[in-house]
């Protein structure tokens, strides 16, 4: 480890902070571009199934088919448009409805013989299966709450089977923004921490000043450590205002502790640095810098994280690769923190994957930084 000068390391800092201040990339990337991101994923990515498109064709018109076809208009899950069935075929075909029932012509009649089911067609679009899934489990949810209601008009008894109540803990309204914004958290601050610091020494071969700082008593530890720390300021600061913007624009819960949070912020925002700063000392070039960073930092976090896609359903390889990225525990920590509190349990195995991959990063990077022109 290089000796390292209170003094010199002060001033690299200052210089850094004032090339910080006066370069408005670094603002962008720090304030503007989180809060862009935050609002794309948070209100473009919304897996909550509600007021799907549904299409009616009512072809009975006895009371128990009206009723039933009142129900569905009714419902909170679909938003119901009412036609023929070439006229829902088309609009099917078309995209403006995601699938369309038939009550058939002696839907009422085999109701009111006393029997238990009555025909109910359903057609939707094959090309989005979970939204069809989401159709078929929804009608039959309506068709069970439209019977037992009829039964309690008519005075009947009816065939109960299991009362299955649903509950949702750390997220009783089961609102999908709530945990997909700690994944789109986790995201963004991959892509920050990483940007940050891809440019800065790169930025430094490319302007020639980084010839003077070899020329310089600067040792390798005062150069790393004078890159390292503006920037973890500025990402911790840039990860308080994404965290202040989710809890108090877009309704999400903070169950957890500030210092939990931050934490887990910094072991993660660490290694995203130190990503960013072993970039740069290998490309030496500000362009093939950032294509690197978003290349080998922002896929991997948006498709391996578990941010938006369910780790649990990817193929063994990709699943074990998974483990390997420090994005996996930032989403765990950060929808642990926001959703369920601190759960120690769940954190400290994080906090010390995510340590050990910051200490890797950094040594990485201190082992290509440059100290002789010819290196």
């Known amino acids: 480890m290089s000796p390292v000068s209170p003094r010199r390391l002060k001033a690299l800092c200052v210089k850094e902070t004032r090339q910080i201040l006066r370069d408005p990339s670094s603002g962008i990337i720090a304030f503007v571009l989180p809060l862009m991101l935050l609002v794309i994923f948070g209100y473009g990515i919304n897996l909550d199934a509600s007021r799907i498109r549904l299409g009616l064709s009512v072809e009975d ?11 569905l208009t009714g419902s909170t899950y679909f938003e119901v448009f009412p036609g023929s069935r070439p006229e829902l075929d088309a609009m099917l075909e078309e995209g403006r409805i995601r699938g369309y029932a038939v009550l058939a012509r002696d839907f009422s009649r085999l109701l009111e013989e006393g029997r238990d089911t009555a025909p109910i067609q359903i057609v939707t679009d094959g090309a989005e299966p979970n939204t069809a899934s989401l159709i078929e489990a929804f009608m039959r949810n309506a068709w069970q709450d439209w019977r037992q209601a009829r039964a309690r008009d008519l005075g009947q008894d009816i065939a109960q089977g299991a009362d299955i109540r649903v509950r949702y803990w750390f997220n009783p309204a089961a609102v999908s923004r ?14 920050i921490g990483a940007m940050l610091t891809s440019l800065v020494v790169a930025r430094e071969w490319e302007r020639g000043t980084m010839e003077a ?26 990860m308080a205002v994404v965290a202040l913007a989710a809890v108090h624009f877009m309704g999400v819960p903070f169950r957890g502790s500030v210092p939990a ?23 030496r070039n500000q362009f093939d810098s950032a294509q690197t960073t978003l290349n080998a930092a922002f896929l991997p976090a948006v498709m391996l994280s578990g941010a938006f896609f369910v780790i649990a359903s990817m193929p063994a390889p990709l699943r074990a690769l998974t ?10 920590s950060l929808q642990t923190i926001f959703l369920a509190g601190d759960v120690w349990e769940v954190l400290v195995p994080d906090i010390l994957f995510m340590t050990g991959t910051s200490v890797l990063f950094l040594a990485l990077a201190a082992l290509k930084t440059a100290r002789r022109l010819d290196e």
Do not use: D, N, W
């Open 261 to 283: 949070l931050v934490v887990v912020t910094s072991v993660f925002l660490l290694s995203m640095l130190g990503v960013g700063l072993l970039i740069s000392s290998v490309m």
């Open 323 to 332: 483990y390997l990225l420090p994005p996996r525990y930032l989403v765990t």
């Open 61 to 71: 018109g006895g009371q128990a088919a009206a009723s039933f076809a009142a129900q």
């Open 178 to 191: 709530h945990y997909l914004i700690p994944g789109s958290i986790t995201i963004i601050m991959t892509v």
């Open 213 to 238: 700082l070899l020329a310089s008593p600067v040792t390798r530890t005062e150069l790393l450590l004078s890159k390292l720390l503006p920037y973890y300021v500025l990402g911790m600061i840039s």
